[in-house]
């Protein structure tokens, strides 16, 4: 397998939880997608819409509006780009626009229609991600017998639906949802278990950057202040030999990533 890759995060958003609010112009966004690949982003992963824990949804203009003319302009400068959504439409229109990945939170379950339009592009990855419902009530469901065995059964049929619905298996990337209704024990199993997550077979995506659970571990309420947390945890994953980390900033992933390949060498 090739070495791990990073997507770096572009929130085009005012309330997202790490950096709401800091690239919300279109011109600010565009800059943060250059600095992102200049600094060696294998794929960069716009969002327009926050899902953190409480996050109120915007409506499917306003998402369009914000994330549409970013991935136009990103493309232009030859970076490849995920689009962060749960609309279908978004998804189409990020894709006439030069997306290749679709990163799905909910993993078509917010959009029924997001499954044929995955489908209608053959050539575009898509991100499906464990879900228990929209980011206003999903930590109720953080509700689990065993959080490792029951999400790998939950992705597992999530994926044999998207395939029923005509969606390729190639096509599919997976993602356990680090942080989506998940306290920080599940957060840490669901780690702890990679190996039996890629049991599954699909590429896996962990997006754990900057999250509350490191917070937690290292005692720092500023997101910002959790990227060594970040780095190491991306150390450990691409030992482990994950497709990708999604993370904040880029060019310490990638040094991370560089360290353990050439010790694998």
Do not use: C
């Not at 232009?76 to 290749?100: N, P």
């Not at 039996?196 to 202040?225: H, T, V």
């Amino acid at each position: 397998m090739n070495q791990t890759l990073v997507m770096g995060i572009l929130n085009i958003t005012p309330d997202s939880f790490a950096d709401g609010g800091k690239y919300f112009s279109k011109q600010d966004a565009v800059n943060q997608g250059r600095r992102l690949f200049t600094e060696g982003a294998d794929i960069i992963d716009i969002g327009g819409e926050s899902t953190r824990p409480g996050a109120e949804r915007v409506s499917e203009d306003e998402e369009l509006s914000r994330v549409i003319p970013v991935v136009v302009e990103l493309v232009k400068d030859g970076a490849v780009i995920s689009v962060d959504t749960m609309r279908s439409q978004v998804a189409k229109e990020a894709i006439a626009a030069g997306a290749k990945y679709i990163n799905d939170v909910s993993g078509g379950l917010a959009d029924e229609k997001m499954a044929s339009v995955i489908s209608a592009n053959p050539s575009i990855q898509y991100v499906v991600m464990h879900w228990r419902g929209h980011s206003k009530q999903m930590q109720e469901n953080a509700i689990y017998e065993d959080v490792v065995k029951d999400v790998k059964e939950e992705l597992d049929n999530r994926v044999s639906d998207l395939i029923n619905l005509g969606v390729n298996a190639e096509q599919i990337i997976l993602d356990p949802g680090i942080g989506f209704a998940k306290d920080s024990a599940h957060n840490w199993q669901l780690l702890k278990s990679i190996e039996r997550l890629q049991m599954l077979g699909y590429p896996l995506l962990i997006g754990a950057s900057r999250k509350r659970f490191l917070g937690e571990l290292i005692n720092n309420q500023n997101p910002s202040d959790r990227e060594f947390a970040t780095i190491a945890l991306t150390t450990e994953l691409a030992r482990q030999k994950v497709w990708a980390v999604r993370t904040h900033t880029v060019k310490p992933h990638k040094d991370a990533i560089a360290v353990i390949e050439r010790l694998r060498k």
